[in-house]
């Protein structure tokens, strides 16, 4: 028997939705004595999209995306890229990677540009995301000195690496790659900070 998408929904956040008697803050004393604020706590599935928030602006300007994707730089020292999707909504990215979840599973209920998969084991999904503007900073070291590049990209598409949990639900998002774009332009900061 298939479940609609409300259902499904319904489903993911009853599974998500941490106890309260183990995620209120004074758990194990009393319910009397645990503040009315947490029956208004946010679900857990606000956090879902907490990794692909590092690669999001809501900005429509390149240059704004690029110093955004520039300062990702100095929070992770080891990257050698930075990407950052920008010209959309959250709320439109993220729906676009929940539906394609709810496409897979239910057989194409959502007109959406993004397309996802299941690996092999059921572990992940594997999703693609198309129709989006971003930038994607590169970052080589050139006789000991890093050398930073940034490309903004439209009509582009990335792909994204998700949880999958049980009945095929979509987990946290835990990865991004750039996949293929349009290149547009070299963008070029204006006050570059030394990483």
Known sequence: MALN???LLLLHNALTRPSPATNAAGAGQPTSAQPAAVTTKEPSMANQFEFLDKHFDPTDIPEVAAQT???RFGNYPNARTSTVIFNI???ALTDAIKHAVLNYTNGGVYDTSAFATLSADGNQWNIVVTGLQYVNAS??????RPEYEINEYNNGSVFVKA???GAQLLGDVVHLDTGFGTWVQQV?????ATY
């Open 188 to 192: 070029q900061l204006k006050n570059p």
């Open 89 to 91: 909504s959250w709320a």
């Open 139 to 144: 970052r080589t070291i050139v006789r000991g």
């Open 163 to 165: 949880e999958a949990l």
């Open 69 to 71: 994707a520039y300062e």
């Open 5 to 7: 998408p409300l259902e």
